[in-house]
């Protein structure tokens, strides 16, 4: 017993000893940290300044812009630098530097922007360690320039030029009597069939020009066409009744329609009630057109122009009474429900090549015809990308890359 008792008496001892040991270790390192730790502080860590600074124009900009580069400090580009940050001192007009922006070691690029034009911008870069600084040499005096043209996007001027020409050449085709094949609109080749149908049945026409203002080009387009079917209903004697919800509307209206009669030979068939305003107020104007249609119950319905909500509504009540309609609007929105509850639809552009299609003018004629082959050569665009494209991505082409960059270059530098 006595030998175990003192076998534990020994055990605890060297124990003991052991944390003695331990702790004076931890002691000793704590009062040697802060010494060493001042030692590196206070050791000044000096630094060398940047170098090649440039400051140049920021290109295809309104002179209100400069770009300012720079060779980052030696002890920037050394593992373990000592670099903590960059920045840049501007002087306007030879005027004093003052600091402009901080920026983050291994910067070498800044752009200065919201400039003025005529004014002299001199720049120089400090870099900076936890206790020393060194500034580059300072720039020359630089006034940010204008760029008139983009030559980046020659290849845009191309295009426009290829367009012009088109365009030129079609209207000179058409003007010497040349037959400019136009796609056939269905829409369009309706109209004097469903202006047909009123005249046999003895029921008037409804022309809804829309809800918008003459400022909208779908309401110019859809007066355009009222002259056509205007013409044809002058020649028929059928009358016609036009509810609109703008007043300048309605004075296009009412002009369009009487100079139509008067080239008709009929100016003494004209009435002014033919064009009737009714209200500014979007569903107060649906519910007096959708009143008129569920009275007077004519043959066809022209929805020409831009449409909203009230679309669907004049749509159904339309095909409710068993009118021929005859709809076109450029709001995608829109067009599900023309083409639902409607007989024809004019889809998009359409809407707007109807004044050229139904007037067979040689400029209309020859600007439709010179857009359709700018569309053609964008189309034609789209493909090559496309399939070159797809080429380099299926078979790891890698010339595919340099003949886009050789393009790019040649563009760039007409």
Request: proline share 4%; aromatic share 10%; hydrophobic share 45%.
């Amino acid at each position: 017993m006595r030998r175990r008792h003192s076998r534990h008496i020994l055990l605890f001892h060297l124990f003991l000893f052991c944390l003695f040991l331990v702790t004076s270790s931890a002691i000793h390192a704590q009062s040697e940290t802060p010494a060493d730790t001042a030692a590196v502080d206070t050791a000044k860590v000096q630094i060398e300044p940047p170098t090649s600074v440039v400051v140049t124009d920021h290109k295809y900009d309104d002179a209100d812009a400069l770009e300012l580069t720079w060779v980052p400090s030696v002890n920037d580009r050394v593992p373990g630098g000592k670099v903590v940050g960059y920045t840049v001192f501007r002087s306007i007009n030879e005027r004093e530097f003052e600091p402009l922006q901080e920026l983050l070691p291994g910067s070498n690029f800044y752009l200065d922007e919201s400039l003025y034009r005529d004014t002299l911008y001199s720049y120089y870069v400090m870099a900076y360690s936890r206790n020393d600084s060194a500034r580059s040499v300072a720039t020359e005096p630089v006034s940010p320039q204008r760029e008139w043209l983009h030559v980046d996007r020659a290849w845009l001027f191309v295009i426009a030029l290829l367009i012009s020409i088109s365009v030129f050449y079609f209207i000179s085709a058409a003007k010497k009597g040349e037959d400019l094949f136009i796609r056939k609109i269905a829409g369009l080749e309706a109209v004097d069939e469903a202006i047909g149908r009123a005249t046999e049945m003895g029921r008037p026409i409804l022309y809804i020009p829309g809800i918008l203002d003459m400022d909208d080009v779908q309401t110019l387009a859809a007066i355009t066409i009222l002259g056509h079917v205007s013409r044809t209903v002058a020649d028929y004697d059928i009358h016609v009744r036009m509810p609109v919800s703008r007043s300048l509307v309605m004075t296009a209206a009412r002009e369009t329609i009487k100079a139509s009669y008067q080239t008709a030979g009929r100016p003494d068939a004209y009435n002014d009630d033919m064009v009737q305003y009714v209200t500014d107020e979007q569903f107060g104007y649906v519910a007096a057109v959708d009143g008129i249609m569920v009275r007077e119950k004519p043959a066809t319905v022209f929805l020409l122009g831009a449409f909203f909500a009230e679309s669907l509504i004049l749509a159904e009540t339309g095909n409710s009474i068993n009118a021929i309609q005859i709809a076109g609007t450029a709001r995608p929105a829109q067009l599900p429900f023309f083409i639902a509850a409607c007989d024809f639809t004019l889809i998009g552009e359409e809407l707007f090549a109807a004044s050229a299609y139904l007037s067979g003018e040689p400029k209309q004629l020859g600007s439709l015809k010179g857009q359709d082959v700018g569309k053609f050569v964008a189309m034609v665009v789209i493909i090559i990308g496309v399939v070159a494209v797809t080429l380099g991505q299926a078979f790891d082409v890698a010339f595919m890359q340099e003949i886009f960059d050789a393009l790019t270059y040649v563009f760039s530098t007409q």
